[in-house]
């Protein structure tokens, strides 16, 4: 099946370096990244879970949980988080699937259907090198795909998730390189006196359909 903004999340239970998951319930009523590896023991993949480690915190106080998967079993994640805290300083603090039979990588179409178990090697599931942002109405808010060679930016990520979390509490977007704290657009469904009576501070008018006003709080 594909996967698109809006669907809701597939759900399903996974063997977990902490334990049996099933990531509906898991989610609970909070927000989720899910974010998959073609392999353990691969160095692209080893610095982004020891960065994603460090960066958890923040996921912290935005109510997100973080989920990892790699096409490898649960005994592998074990060895493989070792090198991870060794290496990148950090050790892992979310939980990672183990997917070997591929059945979380092909529910979310990560990877080829024709895909098959085994002893594959990374280059083999080098679709599943994706990201996915799961709002508490387990809907599928966004998602980034990325290649073997390029490293993940996940403070994007959460830059991403607050421009999620605020449309979601204000119905307001974001412009382009938006940070927190700065200017954010009215969309063009609110009518000028809605906007006026929602933003009584007033707001910026730069064409009938690019209105800025204050971040709301």
């Not at 996915?132 to 809907?139: A, E, H, L, N, Q």
Request: proline content about 7%; aromatic content about 8%.
């Amino acid at each position: 099946m594909s996967i698109r903004i809006g669907d809701e999340a597939p759900d399903f239970t996974a063997e977990t370096t902490e334990g049996t998951i099933n990531f509906h319930q898991w989610i609970g009523n909070g927000w989720a990244i899910l974010f998959s590896h073609p392999k353990d023991f691969t160095p692209v993949c080893t610095t982004e879970l020891g960065y994603l480690a460090k960066l958890k915190p923040e996921f912290d106080k935005r109510n997100t949980k973080v989920l990892g998967l790699s096409i490898d079993p649960v005994s592998d994640h074990n060895k493989w988080v070792g090198d991870i805290e060794e290496t990148q300083g950090t050790a892992v603090n979310y939980p990672l699937i183990g997917d070997e039979n591929l059945v979380v990588a092909k529910l979310y179409d990560m990877i080829h259907p024709n895909a098959s178990g085994g002893s594959r090697t990374a280059v083999d599931n080098a679709t599943v090198r994706s990201v996915f942002i799961v709002g508490p109405d387990k809907k599928v808010k966004a998602m980034l795909v990325y290649p073997m060679s390029a490293g993940r930016n996940f403070d994007e990520v959460l830059r991403l998730l607050d421009a999620l979390q605020l449309n979601a509490k204000h119905t307001v977007a974001t412009p382009v390189n938006w940070r927190p704290g700065e200017d954010v657009i009215i969309p063009t469904s609110v009518s000028d006196e809605d906007a006026k009576k929602k933003y009584p501070d007033g707001f910026k008018t730069l064409k009938p359909y690019l209105r800025t006003v204050a971040q709301p709080k």
